[in-house]
């Protein structure tokens, strides 16, 4: 049977594509093996009958894909008959479409037809419409046209009549009329006779102008000043506000110098009252002046003119020019408080002018700076003295270098200042400094924000670096180093003339006789005032130096940097915090020394804490609150204190506690027990002797845990017998993974091994490590 199948032609088969087998697929899906795009016939025959006795059943096989291929004929005779059914019908819709399409082809044509014929009825409705809107349109532009130029004509006729016998009064409202109407006409000049009236009107302007001015001269003239015609000269300032603008500022300009002649005759710089002391002579006259002019001619200009505004800013401007010149022939005459006294009079002056005028004037005059958000008069005669500002500075120098050398006289004797319950006690020469420089900065902000304010920065850091070091460093208490060694040794002394079992006895002795010069209570308060003092500049040559660069000129605040400055003040206070911490050390470091002189070899039992644990506490005791209560409005720096201080004695401890040798189990014992009791203390340090029980800062508790438990582990691993050799290195290795070979060493000493069982340890150590 395999022969007869391997024998079929393959043109039986149809092969599909991958992409049209896969469309066939999901709009027929199935799961008959028949199906499937790589059916192979021998693999499905080979399913149906798997082995011999299978074919048994071949006839019930063939019985059944005889009836499947029945019922596969008649599905496909069905369809095949479907599609014919389906053919005819589609045939017949196609044919009732084109009959529709074109019967509505047809009706569209006629509606076309039709909307060109309507279109055609209105444009013939509507041509004579149109041609009467144009008609209307000409006959209203003519009539207005005939309007305008029957004004023009009438009004140049008028205008004439009234220029010559000088009624201004009736001439404002004609001549701005007539000159509305003329840009009617512009479209019209190549007219002979609009050109004519054209020029006429510009005529009638220039002429309007020169006698108008002709009349102010001669109304103002020397021997007419009594008796001017205010109003008619009132209302020819309403014609001239309809001239050219020219005319207007030609005619404020000579009348502006004209009301100045008496002032520039009276302070010209050859005159006594020219110079700076009598500067408010000059503010005087025009305040005079001004009051006079208001009340004579007040009414004579319109009130948008603003003509005694337009008087005050030239009076500036020619003050300003001739202080210029004065003061650049007169320097050597300018001191400081001369020209002080001039600026505050000329400042008070400005402002007074500000609040009386709103400097419209200023802002039309393009010559003019733009003075930003000030006041308008601000520095309109001011600027003149910008250039002669370093004498001022100069002058603020001196003063603060007299104030420097009061401050260091007050602080050999004065008291620092009453701590209140925001601020510690801090040097009074501090505020005082700050305030002096505050004084400064407000005056040198009226006088110049410029180049000035950044000459009078350089000051403020040349005095803030002095107070920094002749003020604070230099008042710093001194510890005397040579008392640590000179007790130190007579110390070590006496232990060596004392026999082991008389230590402990005689220890409070000794530890009495070794004390060291430390510093009083006064002295710990200086330090802790001086520390205080430093924040306080600290903070506030911050604020410092925000509000330098809000005053100065923006171009300019760059240039502001006072962080040497505030460095100088860390660097103050982190040399205050070191002094106090040796302090404290130099305390216990006689009790440090003698632990380390015991006889630890010949302790036999463990008893109390040691005296010399006593005697560290008792100093803990002793200074701690007196820091604490100076510090307390700064406790970030006691904290830091509290750090540094760990940091420095625990090592300390741990090379006293090598240098505890020999010692012995009971030793090693009693030294861990101090050491336990040592840690308990230096946990409690922050809040010792104090009535308020204040859990330390998590940052000095981790310092403090991680010293001390080395020490603890130190002592344990002392405590290990030698005794398998790896037993104890891995014991050292496991209670101190941190440490070296020389810390091993150090172990060893303390236990006394001997060198050839410590060359032994050595080796299992190196193995261990590598």
Same mark, same amino acid.
């Given at each position: 049977?395999?022969?007869?199948?391997?024998?079929?032609?393959?043109?039986?088969?149809?092969? $599909?594509?991958?992409?049209? #087998?896969?469309?066939?697929?999901?709009?027929?899906?199935?799961?008959?093996?028949?199906?499937?795009?790589?059916?192979?016939?021998?693999?499905?025959?080979?399913?149906?009958?798997?082995?011999?006795?299978?074919?048994?059943?071949?006839? %019930?096989?063939?019985?059944?894909?005889?009836?499947?291929?029945?019922?596969?004929?008649?599905?496909?005779?069905?369809?095949?008959?479907?599609?014919?059914?389906?053919?005819?019908?589609?045939?017949?819709?196609?044919?009732?479409?084109?009959?529709?399409?074109?019967?509505?082809?047809?009706?569209?044509?006629?509606?076309?037809?039709?909307?060109?014929? !309507?279109?055609?009825?209105?444009?013939?409705?509507?041509?004579?419409?149109?041609?009467?809107?144009?008609?209307?349109?000409?006959?209203?532009?003519?009539?207005?046209?005939?309007?305008?130029?029957?004004?023009?004509?009438?009004?140049?006729?008028?205008?004439?009549?009234?220029?010559?016998?000088?009624?201004?009064?009736?001439? =404002?409202?004609?001549?701005?009329?007539?000159?509305?109407?003329?840009?009617?006409? %512009?479209?019209?000049?190549?007219?002979?006779?609009?050109?004519?009236?054209?020029?006429?009107?510009?005529?009638?302007?220039?002429?309007?102008?020169?006698?108008?001015?002709?009349?102010?001269?001669?109304?103002?003239?020397?021997?007419?000043?009594?008796?001017?015609?205010?109003?008619?000269?009132?209302?020819?300032?309403?014609?001239?506000?309809?001239?050219?603008?020219?005319?207007?500022?030609?005619?404020?300009?000579? $009348?502006? *110098?004209?009301? @100045?002649?008496?002032? *520039?005759?009276?302070?010209?710089?050859?005159? &006594?009252?020219?110079?700076? /002391?009598?500067?408010?002579?000059?503010?005087?006259?025009?305040?005079?002046?001004?009051?006079?002019?208001?009340?004579?001619?007040?009414?004579?200009?319109?009130?948008?003119?603003?003509?005694?505004?337009?008087?005050?800013?030239?009076?500036?401007?020619?003050?300003?020019?001739?202080?210029?010149?004065?003061?650049?022939?007169?320097?050597?005459?300018?001191?400081?408080?001369?020209?002080?006294?001039?600026?505050?009079?000329?400042?008070?002056?400005?402002?007074?002018?500000?609040?009386?005028?709103?400097?419209?004037?200023?802002?039309?005059?393009?010559?003019?700076?733009?003075?930003?958000?000030?006041?308008?008069?601000?520095?309109?005669?001011?600027?003149?003295?910008?250039?002669?500002?370093?004498?001022?500075?100069?002058?603020? /120098?001196?003063?603060?270098?007299?104030?420097?050398?009061?401050?260091?006289?007050?602080?050999?004797?004065?008291?620092?200042?009453?701590?209140?319950?925001?601020? =510690?006690?801090?040097?009074?020469?501090?505020?005082?400094?700050?305030?002096?420089?505050?004084?400064?900065?407000? #005056?040198?902000?009226?006088?110049?924000?410029?180049? !000035?304010?950044?000459?009078?920065?350089?000051?403020?850091?040349?005095?803030?670096?002095?107070?920094?070091?002749?003020?604070?460093?230099?008042?710093?208490?001194?510890?005397?180093?040579?008392?640590?060694?000179?007790?130190?040794?007579?110390?070590?002394?006496?232990?060596?003339?004392?026999?082991? !079992?008389?230590?402990?006895?005689?220890?409070?002795?000794?530890?009495?006789?070794?004390?060291?010069?430390?510093?009083?209570?006064?002295?710990?308060?200086?330090?802790?005032?001086?520390?205080?003092?430093?924040?306080?500049?600290?903070?506030?040559?911050?604020?410092?130096?925000?509000?330098?660069?809000?005053?100065?000129?923006?171009?300019?605040?760059?240039?502001? &940097?006072?962080?040497?400055?505030? &460095?100088?003040?860390?660097?103050?206070?982190?040399?205050?915090?070191?002094?106090?911490?040796?302090?404290?050390?130099?305390?216990?470091?006689?009790?440090?020394?003698?632990?380390?002189?015991?006889?630890? #070899?010949?302790?036999?039992?463990?008893?109390?804490?040691?005296?010399?644990?006593?005697?560290?506490?008792?100093?803990?005791?002793?200074?701690?609150?007196?820091?604490?209560?100076? @510090?307390?409005?700064?406790?970030?720096?006691?904290?830091?204190?509290?750090?540094?201080?760990?940091?420095?004695?625990?090592?300390?401890?741990?090379?006293?506690?090598?240098?505890?040798?020999?010692?012995?189990?009971?030793?090693?014992?009693?030294?861990?027990?101090?050491?336990?009791?040592?840690?308990?203390?230096?946990?409690?340090?922050?809040?010792?002797?104090?009535?308020?029980?204040?859990? =330390?800062?998590?940052?000095?508790?981790?310092?403090?845990?991680?010293?001390?438990?080395?020490?603890?582990?130190?002592?344990?691993?002392?405590?290990?017998?030698?005794?398998?050799?790896?037993?104890?290195?891995?014991?050292?290795?496991?209670?101190?993974?941190?440490? #070296?070979? *020389?810390?091993?060493?150090?172990?060893?000493?303390?236990? !006394?091994?001997?060198?050839?069982?410590?060359?032994?340890?050595?080796?299992?150590?190196?193995?261990?490590?590598?």
């Amino acid at each position: 049977m395999e022969e007869i199948l391997e024998d079929e032609s393959p043109d039986l088969f149809i092969n $599909f594509t991958p992409e049209v #087998q896969k469309a066939i697929s999901e709009v027929l899906p199935s799961k008959d093996p028949l199906d499937e795009p790589d059916f192979n016939s021998i693999d499905y025959i080979n399913s149906l009958f798997p082995t011999e006795q299978s074919l048994s059943n071949i006839d %019930e096989v063939v019985t059944r894909m005889e009836n499947k291929i029945q019922s596969i004929d008649n599905e496909i005779s069905t369809v095949v008959r479907g599609q014919i059914t389906a053919s005819q019908e589609g045939r017949q819709s196609l044919d009732e479409a084109q009959r529709v399409i074109k019967q509505l082809f047809s009706h569209i044509k006629t509606i076309k037809e039709k909307a060109e014929k !309507s279109e055609e009825m209105v444009r013939e409705i509507t041509r004579d419409i149109k041609q009467l809107d144009c008609a209307k349109r000409n006959l209203t532009l003519a009539i207005t046209t005939l309007n305008h130029l029957h004004m023009l004509v009438g009004g140049v006729d008028t205008l004439k009549l009234l220029t010559q016998r000088r009624l201004y009064g009736e001439i =404002a409202l004609p001549l701005q009329a007539i000159s509305e109407v003329m840009t009617h006409f %512009e479209t019209y000049s190549d007219i002979p006779q609009i050109k004519s009236l054209s020029d006429q009107v510009k005529s009638i302007h220039v002429e309007l102008a020169e006698q108008i001015t002709h009349d102010f001269k001669e109304a103002f003239s020397g021997t007419n000043k009594t008796t001017i015609p205010n109003k008619q000269l009132a209302q020819a300032c309403l014609v001239v506000s309809t001239l050219d603008p020219k005319v207007k500022k030609d005619l404020l300009k000579w $009348f502006v *110098n004209l009301q @100045l002649q008496e002032y *520039n005759h009276l302070f010209q710089e050859t005159e &006594d009252t020219a110079w700076l /002391d009598k500067i408010d002579k000059r503010y005087a006259w025009i305040k005079r002046h001004l009051l006079e002019f208001e009340d004579r001619l007040g009414n004579l200009f319109p009130q948008n003119w603003e003509v005694s505004e337009r008087i005050a800013v030239q009076f500036c401007l020619n003050t300003r020019e001739e202080l210029v010149k004065i003061m650049a022939k007169r320097k050597s005459e300018i001191d400081v408080k001369l020209l002080l006294y001039a600026i505050q009079k000329t400042s008070t002056f400005e402002n007074l002018l500000s609040r009386r005028f709103t400097g419209v004037t200023l802002r039309d005059d393009e010559s003019e700076p733009d003075f930003g958000s000030k006041p308008p008069f601000t520095g309109l005669i001011g600027t003149c003295f910008i250039p002669h500002l370093e004498i001022y500075i100069e002058s603020i /120098d001196r003063n603060l270098a007299d104030l420097m050398e009061r401050f260091v006289q007050d602080s050999k004797q004065s008291q620092p200042t009453e701590a209140t319950d925001t601020q =510690a006690a801090i040097l009074p020469s501090c505020p005082d400094l700050f305030v002096f420089y505050k004084k400064s900065m407000i #005056q040198c902000t009226q006088l110049d924000n410029g180049q !000035s304010m950044l000459s009078l920065t350089k000051t403020f850091q040349k005095y803030l670096h002095e107070y920094s070091e002749r003020i604070l460093q230099n008042n710093l208490p001194k510890i005397e180093s040579q008392s640590i060694g000179t007790s130190v040794q007579l110390l070590t002394r006496d232990l060596q003339k004392i026999s082991t !079992s008389g230590i402990i006895h005689n220890f409070s002795s000794l530890l009495k006789e070794g004390e060291i010069t430390r510093f009083t209570k006064d002295e710990l308060a200086k330090i802790c005032c001086i520390l205080s003092t430093a924040e306080y500049c600290l903070e506030t040559t911050q604020q410092l130096s925000d509000k330098l660069k809000e005053k100065i000129e923006p171009a300019l605040a760059d240039q502001i &940097d006072l962080s040497k400055e505030q &460095d100088n003040f860390h660097k103050v206070i982190s040399n205050s915090i070191q002094i106090l911490v040796q302090d404290l050390e130099n305390a216990c470091e006689p009790a440090l020394t003698a632990m380390s002189k015991i006889q630890w #070899q010949n302790v036999d039992t463990v008893g109390d804490q040691s005296p010399y644990i006593t005697a560290i506490t008792t100093h803990f005791k002793t200074t701690i609150p007196i820091i604490r209560d100076n @510090l307390s409005h700064t406790r970030k720096y006691f904290t830091q204190f509290c750090i540094k201080f760990a940091n420095s004695f625990i090592p300390k401890f741990i090379q006293n506690i090598y240098k505890c040798k020999p010692i012995n189990t009971e030793g090693a014992e009693q030294l861990l027990l101090d050491t336990h009791m040592l840690k308990t203390v230096l946990l409690n340090l922050p809040s010792i002797s104090s009535q308020i029980n204040r859990q =330390a800062p998590a940052s000095y508790t981790k310092v403090v845990t991680k010293g001390m438990t080395k020490a603890e582990m130190i002592l344990k691993v002392v405590m290990t017998p030698v005794d398998p050799s790896k037993a104890f290195v891995e014991q050292y290795k496991k209670l101190l993974p941190d440490c #070296q070979l *020389n810390d091993f060493y150090k172990i060893l000493d303390m236990k !006394s091994v001997k060198r050839q069982e410590q060359a032994v340890l050595v080796e299992v150590f190196k193995a261990y490590k590598s």
